[in-house]
């Protein structure tokens, strides 16, 4: 099982942009449906963004229109390109494979003027 390390996270002003990178340790060649969660404070961890091997893609309606998943098999890295931050998106982000495998530390994103 491949083990999954977040990066890329930050303080942004609102309106901002960060993107969130998710490196393998091996190939993601094969898996078939990577995806992003965050978990806010005081909240259970949510499903944000969802990419399969064929560039199927699901977001939560809280991102939609904001947010862009993506997957690059060469360098066995998932992406999350987050425009027009807001407040309520500060978490700390995960990224995870299905079947599910161990969460790793995440990456906090912090919304804030």
């Known amino acids: 099982q491949v083990q999954l390390v977040e990066s890329g996270g930050g303080l942004v002003q609102p309106g901002g942009s960060l993107r969130l990178s998710c490196r393998a340790s091996?190939?993601?060649?094969?898996?078939?449906?990577m995806d992003w969660y965050r978990q806010a404070p005081g909240k259970e961890r949510e499903l944000v963004a969802s990419?399969?091997?064929?560039?199927?893609?699901y977001y939560a309606d809280s991102v939609k229109g904001r947010f862009s998943i993506s997957r690059d098999n060469a360098k066995n890295t998932m992406y999350l390109q987050m425009n027009s931050l807001k407040p309520e998106d500060t978490a700390v982000y995960y990224c995870?494979?299905?079947?599910?495998?161990?969460w790793g530390r995440g990456t906090q994103v912090t919304v804030s003027s």
């Open positions: 995870n494979s299905r079947p599910r495998g161990d």
């Open positions: 091996g190939s993601i060649f094969s898996i078939a449906v």
């Open positions: 990419i399969t091997s064929i560039g199927n893609i």
